[in-house]
């Protein structure tokens, strides 16, 4: 649906020049809903800009349905720009129109007549939950409210393309995944490829199916977004997976540790203990689960387990067991690291 191509994009300052976005390639499928993620400053904003030109690219190519629309000018660039619609962190609304004359725009700069008008503003205030406020102007609304109606001025002209810029920073916690809800409910219906950016993984784990993790004008890491919360290969993906899944230990926990600590994923929800069980009683250890939890990512479960192991030999097992309890460790790790999909050691 979306080739982006070797885009890079350069600013002129007054004294230096700035590389925001550096020989970035994307592909992004129709009806996805694609995650771009980073620090800010990271160069995602001009990134996505360069999907309806409102940023033209200092070399490289933006596809769209296999069309070439950097090669665009005049009105083939202007039509192809109403496919694309747009939304923003602080809504960009306009405070002296209406909620129904905000919506309308897009239509009116599209050339719709008056009833196409009437009949359309009615239909995308309804989809977004706003038909008793198409009256009343942005500052009347809460910002939960104003972001609607930036969807329905963005989705007015039927886009086949969603732009998000940052849709949901400026929204508490709860508001920010109503208006995620509605965008993948717009994305279900209406069959429309979203983009959006966020410098919060969490954003990106409700809602998108694959993301880019941008850094410094490149894309250090991109995939099916429960694949990197799952194996996370880059650091500073991994520095944002662990801020989100938060599996932080509280520091008496962790001061004057003995044995050895480890954070083991496990894919889908079935249970794990058994298998921790089964490295006590083979390996004569102790493990005790300090920290644990399954989260649904795309409907498939991800499941995570801080574990301590320790020394913890019972005396009928001290005739077959190995050795030293190091050794024993080190074969109950590999027995975990077998049997689950990913095992990490934290300490010891
Ligand atoms: N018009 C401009 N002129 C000069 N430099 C710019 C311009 N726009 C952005 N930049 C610079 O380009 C880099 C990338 O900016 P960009 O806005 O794309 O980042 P971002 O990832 O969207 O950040 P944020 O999360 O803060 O929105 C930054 O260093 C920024 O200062
Ligand atoms: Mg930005």
Redesign the pocket.
């Known amino acids: 649906m979306i080739e982006l191509q070797n885009i890079s ?1 350069r ?3 007054r004294n230096q020049e ?1 590389l ?2 550096d020989d970035v390639s994307l592909s992004i499928g129709k009806g996805d809903i694609y995650g771009i993620v ?12 360069t999907i309806n030109l409102l940023e033209r690219p200092s070399a490289g190519h933006v596809l769209v349905g296999g069309q070439n629309i950097t090669a665009l000018s005049g009105s083939a660039l202007r039509n192809q720009r109403q496919r694309i619609g747009m939304i923003f ?1 602080h809504f960009n609304l306009m405070h002296t129109s209406t909620v129904y004359e905000n919506a309308a725009f897009a239509l009116r700069v599209a050339g719709k007549t008056e009833d196409e008008i009437r009949a359309r503003v009615p239909e995308v205030l309804e989809l977004v939950g706003l038909t008793d406020k198409a009256e009343a102007f942005p500052s009347q609304l809460s910002g939960g409210q104003k972001q609607r109606v930036g969807i329905a001025r963005a989705i007015a002209n039927r886009p086949a393309i969603l732009l998000c ?2 849709p949901t920073s400026a929204l508490d916690l709860e508001t920010s995944t109503s208006i995620l809800e509605l965008l993948g409910e717009i994305n279900q219906r209406l069959g429309i490829t979203i983009v959006l ?1 966020s ?1 919060e993984m969490a954003v990106i784990k409700k809602i998108c199916s694959r993301v880019a993790v ?1 850094e410094s ?1 490149k894309v250090v890491e991109e995939g099916d977004v429960f694949d990197i919360f799952a194996t996370p290969a880059h650091p500073f993906t991994q520095q944002l997976v662990d801020h989100t899944l938060n599996l932080e230990l509280p520091p008496r926990l962790t001061k004057d540790l003995h044995g050895t600590l480890l954070k083991i994923i496990f894919l889908g929800d079935r249970a794990e203990t058994p298998v921790l069980s089964e490295a006590a009683q083979r390996f004569g250890i102790s493990v005790n689960i300090l920290h644990g939890k399954i989260e649904y990512i795309n409907n498939r479960a991800l499941g995570l387990l801080v574990a301590l192991l320790q020394g913890n030999v019972s005396e009928q097992h001290t005739g077959n067991l190995p050795a030293t309890l190091q050794e024993r460790m080190a074969q109950a790790v590999d027995y975990i690291r077998l049997n689950t999909a990913q095992v990490e050691v934290l300490h010891g």
């Open positions: 994009v600013y002129q300052g700035v925001a976005v980073g620090a800010s400053g990271a160069g995602k904003s001009s990134l996505l800009r962190q810029d940052e950016i410098h941008m004008g």
